[in-house]
Structures are given as structure tokens and as C-alpha cells.
């Protein structure tokens, strides 16, 4: 993390926080961890492709598939991603 770049904004009903990459670090980060305390963090997933494709394929699935159900799966895309909305393509 670049601790310079990383913000905190807090009112009285959210919180925020901006966090910042270091100039050398590269890729995408996959997913965060939160909480009050260490031993119960919780996870999050950041959206991306991979993720809104494994979600969907749990969520159609959820346990062991046979081949035939995996074949026919939709073919996820995500096309855009900004503060307000996400746009995804499912064919």
C-alpha cells in the first residue's frame, strides 16, 4: 500500500476507505478483508470477471455439477465497472 495516496472519510452513517497501490505493485486485487477485530474478519470480493463468474457459477450450482450442467453455463462478461453501476453481458 502507498500510505500517502490512502484516505479515510467518516460521517455519521458511512465510512470510507481509499486505499492505494505501491508505484511497483501490479494486477488486480481480487478480494479485502474487514472488521472490528483480526480473529473475525470478514471477505469481500472486488467485481471483476473472474469473480461475478464464480459467484453466478455457485449460485446456479451449488454443489458438485455434472459436465453436461458446467457446459452449459452462461458465459459471463463484465463490461464496465464505475461508482454508480456495474454492466455485465451474459450470453
Do not use: M, Y
Not at 476507505?17 to 469481500?44: C, H, I, M, Y
Amino acid at each position: 500500500l502507498a500510505s500517502p495516496e490512502s484516505s479515510v472519510s467518516v460521517s455519521a452513517h458511512n465510512a470510507v476507505v481509499g486505499l492505494a497501490k505501491a508505484p511497483g505493485s501490479t494486477g488486480l486485487w481480487e478480494k479485502f478483508s474487514f472488521g472490528l477485530d483480526p480473529s473475525a474478519l470478514q471477505e469481500r470480493l472486488f467485481v471483476s470477471e473472474e469473480n461475478v463468474d464464480g459467484f453466478l457459477g455457485t449460485a446456479f450450482c451449488p454443489s458438485p455439477c455434472s459436465q453436461s450442467a458446467l457446459e452449459s453455463q452462461a458465459l459471463i462478461e463484465v463490461l464496465d465497472v464505475t461508482e454508480d453501476r456495474i454492466q455485465i453481458r451474459v450470453e
